[in-house]
Antibody
Framework: QVQLRESGPGLLKPSQTLSLTCTVA??????????WSWIRQPAGKGLEWVGR???????NYNPSLKSRVSISADTSKNQFSLTLNSLTAADTALYYC??????????WGQGAMVTVSS | QSALTQPPSASGSPGQSVTISCTGT?????????VSWYQQYPGKAPKLVIF???KRPSGVPDRFSGSKSGNTASLTVSGLQAEDEADYYC???????????FGTGTKVTVL
């Protein structure tokens, strides 16, 4: 079955840029059947949608992050990535990648913890 | 793009039912039948339990049901079991602006 796994640096300093990668196994991100998304969750708090992409090139972002975030894909590696710049402590969170089917997040990765601290 | 409003907590005894509300606006919950619900245990990734307001993914017990009226969606867990104790989040697609919004989360306690 389809599995997602996030990877990336765990500790960054304020003003730096975060780069996370989601590797998809058991299914192709370029099949055209699904959107793929990033979601984050600060410790002890709720979920926040970050953005989504579709292999046609359609990409949408959370308006509150739009000026700092970008999502891209490497179909040859079956991966998609999140870049978030100008980091602050408020960006400290567990970052999940997820598959989107029927406008719902049906398969999730285990999450990657990102801490922003000087 | 405010978070959808959920009660912070809900509880019930084993065998009883608990209903969680999720209130949004006409641009999200009220505007589209794309409300989904997620169950999250501590330290684990969320799990989809309801999509498109009322549909259950394969493997989710029929004790979980969803509904919607106006700008408020609801998740009902019937026949509560100890394993249902978890955090629950709703989510809605807001098509006009092409984004998703999550609820504030509800902690369900089985007494």
């Amino acid at each position: 079955q389809v599995q997602l796994r996030e990877s990336g640096p765990g500790l960054l300093k304020p003003s730096q840029t975060l780069s996370l990668t989601c590797t998809v196994a058991g299914g192709s991100i370029s099949s055209g059947s699904y959107y793929w998304s990033w979601i984050r969750q600060p410790a002890g708090k709720g979920l926040e949608w970050v953005g989504r992409f579709y292999t046609s090139g359609s990409i949408n972002y959370n308006p509150s992050l739009k000026s700092r975030v970008s999502i891209s894909a490497d179909t040859s590696k079956n991966q998609f990535s999140l870049t978030l710049n100008s980091l602050t402590a408020a960006d400290t969170a567990l970052y999940y990648c997820a598959r989107v089917a029927n406008f719902a997040f049906d398969i999730w990765g285990q999450g990657a913890m990102v801490t922003v601290s000087s | 793009q405010s978070a959808l409003t959920q009660p912070p907590s809900a509880s019930g005894s084993p065998g009883q039912s608990v209903t969680i509300s999720c209130t949004g606006t006409s641009i999200d919950v009220g505007g589209y039948n794309y409300v989904s619900w997620y169950q999250q245990y501590p330290g684990k990734a969320p799990k989809l339990v309801i999509f498109e307001v009322t549909k259950r993914p394969s493997g989710v017990p029929d004790r979980f049901s969803g509904s919607k009226s106006g700008n408020t969606a609801s998740l009902t867990v019937s026949g509560l079991q100890a394993e249902d104790e978890a955090d629950y989040y709703c989510s809605s697609y807001a098509g006009n602006n092409n984004f998703y919004v999550f609820g504030t989360g509800t902690k369900v306690t089985v007494l």
